[in-house]
């Protein structure tokens, strides 16, 4: 792969770039699709900043006046957030070896592009990795609980750079256990002696990794190793109590819960969302906060974002945006009842009793069928 350097060109802070940046060595910067979030990261993208040979000139890709912003951030969408989770990745690798100097730049990046695209559209954002969940790879867990994190973050009033420096806590909670989450989802067996250490310390080995690859932030480290401690005191790996776990790490407790909960392992399918929402339900007041717990129920709703449901006609479809009413969101059927794809998806209305909510379905068993995926939020699905 042959690169030359970033040309001269008219993006500003707020673009998003249309093409991936890399650095001298060949290793990426700043992805495609990621936001320009300050003047700072302007600054080293020129300095720094390589793209490949044969890129197009961004003239005509950045600030073009005949279409709205809008749009073309949400036809992007999808690929944004497949190219970020290859980032994430490409961090958590970094991190592990100790070579990840600019981790608070590269992780923040992204955290920055994960929360203009929860502002931009919730329910979009959480569907969209909702679906993404049809396996344990780490890097798409810790997008979607990052994006999660918000939905408690911001009803709680956190401020901006506390929401901020919680979602990048939330992209690395794990990063410790990263060479072995596949094998721990994979596993069947008990956990060895080894394996079990592993978890009880991963914790603060996570902390640890941060901080040796230049991360100082108080928030995000503190989230990243009170997120197992439990409001009774029967977490790790420090047994706090109480409002003694900051709001961060009980916001992050609760996202590590329904996230992994709702993927599938080698020993269990993936848990439907409204079991792992029971589940949080029943440990409110206990072992997690209660208040938070009750927000994370009320505002996901019965069928979160993403989720897939079989409806009474049979059809198969998707819930698209939540509506004051948690159990009756708004669905695009996907799949008809002869079990052939839609060429475009059409509304339903799961309070009529022909095409009311009959069950979920696992995302894994019919995605093949839903096409591309930003549609299912576009304003022009018909009713049909």
């Given at each position: 792969?042959?690169?030359?350097?970033?040309?001269?060109?008219?993006?500003?802070?707020?673009?998003?770039?249309?093409?991936?940046?890399?650095?001298?060595?060949?290793?990426?910067?700043?992805?495609?699709?990621?936001?320009?979030?300050?003047?700072?990261?302007?600054?080293?993208?020129?300095?720094?900043?390589?793209?490949?040979?044969?890129?197009?000139?961004?003239?005509?890709?950045?600030?073009?006046?005949?279409?709205?912003r809008a749009r073309i951030v949400e036809e992007r969408q999808t690929v944004r957030l497949r190219d970020a989770q290859?980032?994430?990745?490409?961090?958590?690798?970094?991190?592990?070896?100790?070579?990840?100097?600019?981790?608070?730049?590269?992780?923040?990046?992204?955290?920055?592009?994960?929360?203009?695209?929860?502002?931009?559209?919730?329910?979009?954002?959480?569907?969209?990795?909702?679906?993404?969940?049809?396996?344990?790879?780490?890097?798409?867990?810790?997008?979607?609980?990052?994006?999660?994190?918000?939905?408690?973050?911001?009803?709680?009033?956190?401020?901006?750079?506390?929401?901020?420096?919680?979602?990048?806590?939330?992209?690395?909670?794990?990063?410790?256990?990263?060479?072995?989450?596949?094998?721990?989802?994979?596993?069947?067996?008990?956990?060895?002696?080894?394996?079990?250490?592993?978890?009880q310390s991963h914790t603060l080995e996570s902390v640890d990794l941060l901080q040796r690859c230049g991360v100082n932030?108080?928030?995000?480290?503190?989230?990243?190793?009170?997120?197992?401690?439990?409001?009774?005191?029967?977490?790790?790996?420090?047994?706090?109590?109480?409002?003694?776990?900051?709001?961060?790490?009980?916001?992050?407790?609760?996202?590590?819960?329904?996230?992994?909960?709702?993927?599938?392992?080698?020993?269990?399918?993936?848990?439907?969302?409204?079991?792992?929402?029971?589940?949080?339900?029943?440990?409110?007041?206990?072992?997690?906060?209660?208040?938070?717990?009750?927000?994370?129920?009320?505002?996901?709703?019965?069928?979160?974002?993403?989720?897939?449901?079989?409806?009474?006609?049979?059809?198969?479809?998707?819930?698209?945006?939540?509506?004051?009413?948690?159990?009756?969101?708004?669905?695009?059927?996907?799949?008809?009842?002869d079990g052939a794809p839609l060429a475009y998806p059409q509304i339903r209305d799961s309070r009529n009793p022909e095409?009311?909510?009959?069950?979920?379905?696992?995302?894994?068993?019919?995605?093949?069928?839903?096409?591309?995926?930003?549609?299912?939020?576009?304003?022009?699905?018909?009713?049909?």
């Open positions: 792969m042959r690169f030359r350097p970033l040309p001269d060109i008219p993006i500003q802070v707020g673009d998003a770039l249309p093409f991936t940046v890399f650095d001298r060595t060949g290793k990426a910067l700043l992805v495609k699709g990621n936001v320009i979030d300050s003047d700072l990261m302007l600054v080293r993208l020129q300095e720094r900043g390589m793209v490949e040979d044969g890129v197009g000139s961004l003239r005509q890709e950045v600030g073009r006046p005949d279409e709205p290859e980032e994430l990745t490409l961090i958590h690798r970094d991190l592990q070896a100790g070579t990840a100097q600019d981790a608070t730049a590269r992780v923040s990046a992204l955290a920055v592009q994960l929360r203009d695209a929860y502002e931009q559209d919730p329910d979009q954002a959480m569907g969209l990795l909702q679906l993404e969940a049809t396996d344990h790879r780490l890097s798409r867990r810790l997008m979607h609980a990052a994006v999660l994190t918000q939905v408690l973050a911001l009803p709680s009033g956190l401020p901006a750079d506390h929401r901020l420096s919680l979602m990048c806590a939330a992209l690395t909670f794990d990063v410790a256990l990263a060479p072995m989450s596949e094998q721990l989802a994979a596993q069947t067996t008990p956990l060895s002696e080894a394996q079990w250490r592993a978890i932030d108080p928030i995000w480290l503190e989230a990243v190793r009170d997120h197992h401690e439990r409001v009774d005191g029967t977490g790790y790996p420090r047994g706090l109590r109480g409002e003694t776990v900051s709001i961060e790490a009980r916001i992050l407790g609760i996202v590590d819960i329904y996230s992994a909960m709702i993927r599938p392992r080698a020993y269990r399918d993936a848990q439907p969302s409204r079991v792992a929402l029971r589940d949080i339900f029943l440990e409110r007041g206990q072992r997690i906060d209660e208040r938070l717990a009750m927000m994370f129920i009320k505002e996901l709703g019965v069928y979160p974002p993403g989720t897939m449901v079989k409806l009474a006609n049979g059809e198969i479809a998707v819930a698209v945006r939540r509506t004051t009413d948690g159990a009756h969101p708004q669905l695009r059927c996907v799949i008809g009842r095409t009311a909510i009959s069950e979920i379905v696992s995302a894994s068993q019919y995605r093949s069928g839903l096409g591309s995926l930003n549609v299912l939020w576009a304003r022009g699905a018909t009713a049909g």
